[in-house]
Every structure is written in C-alpha cells, then in structure tokens.
C-alpha cells in the first residue's frame, strides 16, 4: 500500500511508501474521501476538521503537517519553467540527479509552433511525476511566466514568450494544458501557475525596485497589454494556479487587489485554483509599499484572493490579525480551500489504485531519449536566421577548419540561462561545430568583454580557418532577477571584437547573438563581411548542436524574432518606470505594435534557406 511522505531531501508530499490521510482514520470514510463529491466539497470538509493553529501554519509554501490528521507537510514551491528546476520543491540528488534542460523560453517561443509549447510542457510534467514518485519534487509548479517585455532592459525578459500578448497569450493557452493534462482524466497530471499577475516587468531600475514599484497603467493598456495573457491563461489554459507579483498596479499592491483576483480572475474568468504571492511580496504589501499596517495586510491580502504567502509574513501575523477581529474566519477558510482544493485534484486524498501517474519512474520516464531528442528539436525550431547573402549554409567538405570564438562560443549553463535545473548535459557552441569540422577555439573576451587582451587569439584563429563562428551576446551576468541592464549595446568591447574578427577572418563569418533579451548587433549587420547572422536567445542543453546543425545546413532555420532588436540609443531618456506602451513625451513607443523608430531587426523578422515566390492564383478571365 502506498503511503504519502514528507522527505526532507524533496521538500514535498510524495507518493512513494507513503499513506494517504484517507485511507486511515480519521479522515477515512469521511467526506474528505468521497470520490463522487466535487473536490470543493472535500476541501471544506478537511478545512472544517482544522484548529486555529493548524490553519495559520498552513498558509506558507512551506505548509506545515497536521499530523492529527495524517496530513503531511507539503512545499507549494516547485520550478518547472523550461524543465524541472531547481528550487524548494526539488531535489537533484540520486536517484534523479539530472532532468531535461529544454530551450529557455524566449528561444521555444521563437518556433511560433504551439504543438511545440504543449509538448515540451507534457514532457516537463512526465519528468515531473517521475521525480515526485521518488520525493523529489512537489506536484505544483510556479509555471510560466507570461508577463511581457515591455522595455529591453528587463533581467527577466528571456523567461517569458516575447512582447507580443497574442503569442505570449497562445503560449499558455498550450503550455499550461500540457503541464496539466495527461492520461488520467480524473487528476491534474501536475498544477500550472500563470505568473506574475500583473504588471511586473521590471526588477530594479530608475531608483525603484519590483518590491515598492507602484505601476501606473492605463485602462487602456491594461485591457490590449497587461492581461491577456493571464486571461487566456484561466479561460484557455485552465491553469490551477496563480500568482500575484510584487509590485503595485496604479496605487494597489497586486497581492491585496480584489479586482484584479476575486474580480477578473475568479469572477469574471472563472479561475478556479489558488493563488499564491511571490515569495515575501505579502511582506512587501505592508513593509514596502506601505499599503496596510500588519493586521490589515493580512485581511487585505486574503479577502482579495490570495490563498498562499510565500513567505513568513501570515505565519508571523494572521493569528493576532485574527484575535484582533480584524482578518475574518471566512477569509481564513476560503484560502484554505482553495489550497486543498488543488491537492485534491492532484490525487492526495485519492486511491493509489485510481492514479497511473504514480506509476511513473524515473528509470523510464525521466530525461529518456524522446526527451533529449525534443530538447534538441525545440533548439533547432527555435534559430532565427537575421542575415544571409548566400553563403549559408556551409558545405563541411569545402570548408574543413572553423574558428568558434566569441565570448559566448564555449558557452555551457549559459545556455540554459535561469530557472533551470541539473542538465545531462551541455553542448556548447564549439563542441556541437566539433561533430562537423576541426575547430580552432579563441574566448576572445568573456560577456562583460572589459579588456582586449584576448583578442589577437580570435582574430588568429579566424584568420586561419576556412569559415568562422563568431557567438556574441550576453548573459545571466548582464540580464537576470533582480537585475536590469541599462544599456541594450553589446557589452564592453564587444562591438570592437566583432569588427576585429570579421576583418581578420580568412573565410565567411556568421555571427551568432547569444541573448534573451534584445541587444544592438547593428555592427554585424552593415559589416559585408559578418555574411550571416543567427539569434538563438538561450537554446537549451543541446543549443550548440542545434546552432551547428543551421550552419551547416542539416536544419533549415525557421524561427522568428519574438521580440523587437532596438538600436542602442531607443533607450536613451526612456525610464523603465514609464508603464505606456504608446509613443509619448521620451517614449518612442514600445513593442513592434507602437514603435516609431527603426530597429536593428523587426518583431517577427527570419530567414530560411528555401526561396520562395508567390503569385496571383486567382481565377483567369475568359
């Protein structure tokens, strides 16, 4: 008999060897184990069973046990963004000690392929039960972020779909079905979170930071910009999760808005899951936003539809909030519910017999072979080929010896770029040009690229060789959470580097931007001698096989920008604190829909390899 178990490695209920609360007393039998009741139902009974005491250490990710009720502790908090991640929730140690590391998600969005988006996520969820089965990962998944890229400085661009809200709201109308959905009808295979809700789309710039930024939004943009994405989110996707951002929306901290939660989502959108903070964003209502004082956040919070803190902050607080009459019961116990309402429909106080996703295992359904494949298709669709004169792509026979250089040619985690977990393993740039030809390799400089020292060695190696790779770009040490940029131009000496291979080349260069976010490659693209140019954004534990497949032509590139490439001024004067998306006093307008300039390259720009013409098929004229 299976056995529910909260195993400190894993940090999360799991299936293996554990019993669930039904089936002993004195929860069996009871309407917490009723099948045929609807899992609201359920969920009140369990809530309606609990102390005081017992519900306030509830309300954190980490949730505390009952154990008077064989309910066992649990950790809300679980990563799963371009696959299982590392985080509270997870745990890399044997028997599990890698997972698949897919695209990061700005490069899968560039495939513009929605069967893509869902069954990449299908395969995250699979990797996902297989690990929770051994306790070592929890079931829901603070997954994905569809917020947009509104400025190009944004640290945290390249984990969402791109800037525009229709594919970014396509994306988790897949995504967050294939994450959730599988073969048991009954059960969530694993629980979705649309996030961050909303408005969020800066970490620290402008003398403010995402845990006081009060966003000024208008209607306007709010209804065309800001909440697609998470609407299509609920009514499409049917995600079981969301959560609520740190930052504040036109003076309401985001975890105390009623509207946005109980109102749209709830109310109007029919969202039926929980909803969690970010993790110390309930602290932040009261703390940095200064919304409420401590008794009233925690009211503020719960009565607008928040179910969860990630954080201390109602563990430390909500049972003075109550005993001072100011956070009602029936906030408490709608919370509550709606948490057991999840786990219950993600089989916890459900037949182990009723549940083939417990039958899942790492020895057969984690990183397997169809994973690894995927990962590497995902790369592959996800190339975007800015710039061809016709040299590409390359014959390995005539061209036997290529430089790889560039700060980014080697690069391995930096494929992966955030929210990622244990890869089986990285191909580099360099080793994926390796299975093709003799390679010469030259750093050049590292992203930061703050000194020339090593550029003699690229521009020998180029010089040398019969074609060049030259892999440009940043990394997490420029763009990440918490961390905005302040330029989007090649960093450093960048822009110098590349001037110096492309004169110093023997044969024809293609430039490859390694970048999630938008950076200003405009001296490869006037420069006759860069005769190609390839983005990837961050493509994955396969990325540098999938680069090497396009430039030699096993792969005809087919992706598509998702996201505008400025020039390094358009952000010159533009605050990243300035929420319009329309053109206005030092603002050019952001985003391919109201840009006025001229970008480096176009939202939706790629080539491929095959020409193509097109005519009038109309009907002729007798």
Not at 310 to 319: A, K, R, T, W
Request: with cysteine.
């Amino acid at each position: 008999m299976l056995k529910a178990v909260f195993l400190s490695v894993g940090c999360a209920w799991v299936a293996a060897g554990a019993q669930f609360p039904c089936t002993m007393a004195p929860l069996q039998g009871t309407a917490a184990c009723d099948t045929s009741q609807t899992p609201s139902a359920r969920a009140q009974y369990i809530v309606s069973q609990l102390t005081l005491d017992e519900k306030v250490g509830l309300f954190s990710n980490w949730a505390w046990s009952v154990p008077r009720l064989n309910i066992d502790a649990y950790q809300w908090w679980s990563e799963a963004l371009h696959g299982v991640a590392s985080s509270p929730g997870v745990s890399f140690a044997q028997p599990t000690p890698n997972a698949t590391s897919f695209p990061q998600v700005i490069t899968t969005a560039a495939s513009y392929n929605k069967t893509l988006w869902g069954t990449i996520s299908s395969a995250i969820s699979t990797e996902a039960r297989a690990m929770n089965n051994v306790g070592h990962a929890g079931l829901t998944f603070w997954t994905p972020n569809i917020n947009l890229i509104r400025d190009p400085r944004w640290g945290r661009g390249h984990e969402t779909p791109g800037e525009d809200p229709v594919t970014t709201a396509t994306y988790a109308a897949h995504f967050v079905p294939g994450l959730q959905e599988g073969e048991d009808s009954k059960h969530l295979k694993a629980s979705a979170c649309c996030k961050h809700y909303y408005g969020y789309d800066m970490e620290d710039s402008d003398g403010a930071d995402r845990h006081n930024f009060n966003a000024i939004i208008s209607l306007q943009d709010e209804a065309d910009t800001y909440l697609p994405a998470f609407h299509s989110c609920v009514v499409n996707g049917r995600a079981s999760g969301m959560m609520c951002s740190y930052n504040a929306v036109n003076g309401t901290p985001s975890c105390a808005n009623e509207r946005i939660m109980n109102g749209f989502a709830r109310g109007k959108w029919g969202f039926d899951g929980y909803i969690t903070s970010d993790c110390g964003a309930v602290a932040d209502v009261c703390n940095n936003h200064h919304y409420a004082n401590q008794d009233d956040t925690c009211r503020d919070v719960l009565q607008a539809g928040m179910d969860s803190d990630c954080g201390s902050f109602l563990g430390d607080n909500l049972n003075t909030s109550i005993s001072h009459g100011v956070t009602p019961m029936s906030a408490v116990d709608t919370a509550l519910e709606h948490l057991f309402g999840v786990q219950i429909r993600l089989g916890m106080y459900d037949p182990a017999s009723e549940q083939p996703y417990l039958n899942y295992s790492y020895t057969t359904d984690l990183n397997t072979p169809a994973h690894q494949q995927l990962a590497l298709e995902a790369a592959r669709q996800g190339m975007v080929l800015l710039k061809n004169d016709g040299t590409f792509p390359l014959d390995a026979t005539k061209y036997p010896t290529v430089a790889v250089v560039g700060p980014n040619a080697n690069a391995t985690t930096t494929m992966q770029a955030s929210y990622q977990g244990n890869a089986p393993y990285l191909i580099s740039p360099l080793m994926g040009v390796s299975k093709y030809a003799k390679t010469l390799y030259a750093e050049g400089c590292d992203t930061n690229c703050s000194n020339q020292t090593g550029f003699p060695a690229a521009t020998e190696a180029a010089a040398q060789a019969d074609a060049t790779v030259l892999v440009i770009g940043i990394s997490t040490e420029q763009e990440r959470e918490s961390h905005d940029r302040t330029s989007i131009a090649l960093p450093g000496y960048q822009e110098d580097l590349v001037t110096a291979v492309l004169s110093a080349a023997k044969g024809p260069v293609m430039v490859v931007v390694m970048a999630g976010g938008s950076v200003d490659f405009t001296v490869a693209k006037v420069n006759p001698l860069a005769k190609g140019i390839m983005w990837v954004g961050y493509p994955g534990q396969s990325g540098g096989e999938a680069i090497a497949d396009v430039v030699f032509g096993a792969v005809n590139p087919s992706g598509r920008l998702p996201h505008t490439q400025y020039p390094k001024d358009y952000t010159n004067g533009l605050s990243m604190l300035d929420m319009n998306m329309r053109p206005g006093t030092s603002n050019p307008g952001r985003t391919y829909r109201f840009y006025t300039g001229t970008p480096v390259y176009a939202f939706g720009s790629g080539l491929s390899y095959t020409s193509f013409s097109y005519k009038n098929a109309g009907p002729s004229v007798s």
